[in-house]
């Protein structure tokens, strides 16, 4: 992990030097400044121009362009008509729409709920959260191959259930289920890393601000709604967008447990494009589920951004 | 006295929370114990005593390192070792290169800043793994394929690392570098010897988000980089659970030895990050 800290005395561009006369009028001056700035902000933003244009705008622009290209290379809309009218495609789009209304709204009401909880003065307060962020740093294909152990019928959790005199779960292999258990696993991976992000929110929101009304007698529900919910609005805005997009593009666990199934009840759109990609080489209609997703995603961030007070 | 009654409800509160807390880290950490005691013990073991659920389960007959040494001498310490070095270089550039961008987009006047700023942001909503398809085909004519530069690139250039540093260099009051523009302080003295210094969590957070894309990438070093010598780990232990006849207790030796670097990162990290911003001089 390499921080930048400790700031030396390095090149400085763009400072303003022993220059201009007195008599240099301010207009040009302040157009001269103006360029300058235009000229630095080019030097910063250069590197991560190009890394965004080589590496991810070029190839949207070719899935864009394979997906209004059929099979003889004509420009057409053919690979929209098919999907349209594709049950498959349907009933993923659906599945992919109904797991991000329930594991959003679980995710981060947990890990805002979690962040509150681990920012009070709790004993041992560092290891805690250090144990519930370590999910995270499991790579998704050891996760999966760990939890398709634990939710094997015959597995530790439905041992753990019986010991408790709770019937059996089917967990992934039955369709009523294997959403849900998809939901668990993702959620064990990403709770506790946005609940990271909102614990350095609430660290940020100066202490006074509680002191003070803890002496007004403010309760713990009154601090949280008017103090803190207010407090972290940026880190909050931060996730929720992060989140959802993370949601939409689950991919790993699905392919490595279930393929989609059983009967497509796991089929998330990820996996029907990578399906339509690798399986059956199917890259136009592949490209143009892509451009649906990506455009549901950015629809639900426009939504997200305007929902939240205040501008960025 | 009227100094003491907080304290004392807080102590308490706090000791309460220790309810809600505890139980929530045994379920973050029972399954990765799982998987490490079931390292330690010989791969036919693993799934005997699953159901129903005795001491068994989670206490082995035998404890023995074997699974590890066998892991070690194969070819999987080789792909341990171009996951940390992939990694720690895709963290650093991608830190230099978002941070410069970040500042640029949240200080610097310029027009035609706010719908950068979008673009940047879009660019980061298109999914990675949908793109990878057509960005191999042109890293494989580049000549990038096999090359660890060519498993680093595409971390590098990271929209979500960019809206987390512009998030936070938003909230650092303006004064602040007013003040430093009087004082004579260019755009970049005040990128280094301001932002920089103020945003070690939001950096932190950041290089998280970068560690975290690259540790985990799996699709990627699939397509771009299969050959063994540049193979990195979770690739590696893919190719573990689809050999036949699998040894999970192997599988399950690599999976530890490969969630202990992020440990030590993190056990590092975490700390800095939710540190919090005293010195950040004043308040919005």
Redesign the interface.
Known sequence: ???????RP???????GPSGSPSASRGRARSRA?LR??A???L??L??????V???????F??VV?SFTNRLGELSTANFTFLFTDPQFLGSLKTTLLFSLVINPLQIALALF?AV??T????LV??????????????????A???G??F?P???L???L??LGIPSVPWLVSPTTALMSIIILCS?VGV??WM??L??GI??I?RSLY?AS?LDGAT?WKQFLHITLPGIR??L??VL??DT?AN??V??PVRILTQGGPEGSTNLI?NF??ER?YTLSD?GSS?AA?VV??GI??AV?TVQFRMLPGK? | MADTI?RYH??R???R??L???P??V???A??L??IISSLRPGDE??RY????SIR?VVPTTVSLDNYRAVLESSFTLALLNSVIVT?VS??LG???????A???AM????G?TV?FS?????????F???A???AT?FRQAGLQNTLVGLI??A??N??A???LR??F??IPISLSEAARMD??????I???IY??LS??????A??IL??FQ??S??WPLLIAPAPGVRV??VA??DF?QESGVDYGQ??AA?TL??LV??V?????????????AS?GE?E
């Open positions: 992990m390499v921080t930048q800290a400790n700031p390095g090149p400085i561009t763009g400072r303003s103006r700035a235009v630095t902000a080019a910063f933003l590197p991560a121009l190009v890394g965004l080589f590496l991810r705008l070029v190839p949207s070719d899935a394979s979690l909880a681990l009070r003065r709790v004993p560092g290891i805690w959260r250090t144990l519930i962020l370590l999910p995270i740093a499991v790579p998704q294909t050891v996760s191959i760990v939890w152990v634990l094997r015959d597995g530790p439905n041992g753990l019986g010991a064990w506790g890393y990271t992000f614990v350095a660290h940020e100066p002191e803890d713990g940026r880190p805005l931060f967008v992060a997009v939409f593009l991919f790993a990820m494009i990578f990609a890259t490209a892509t997703l990506v995603v950015i961030v960025d | 907080p807080e102590r509160t706090g000791r929370t220790l809600i807390v505890i929530v880290a379920l973050a950490v399954p990765l799982w998987a693993i799934f699953l159901s129903p659920v389960t720690a963290v650093a830190l230099a290169v978002s941070s410069l961008a500042f640029a987009l610097i006047p310029f027009p800043r950068l673009v940047m942001v879009v660019s980061f909503l298109v999914p793994e949908a793109i398809i057509p960005l042109t690139l595409p590098v250039g929209g979500l960019i809206f987390l998030q936070f938003l909230g004579g302080l260019g755009w970049f003295g990128y280094r010897r920089l210094p070690r969590p939001s950096m932190i957070g290089g998280l560690f975290v540790w985990q799996f699709l780990a979770p232990i893919a659970a599988m399950f999976a490969t969630a992020p440990l990162v993190l056990l590092f990290a975490q700390r800095q990050f939710t540190s919090s911003l950040t308040k």
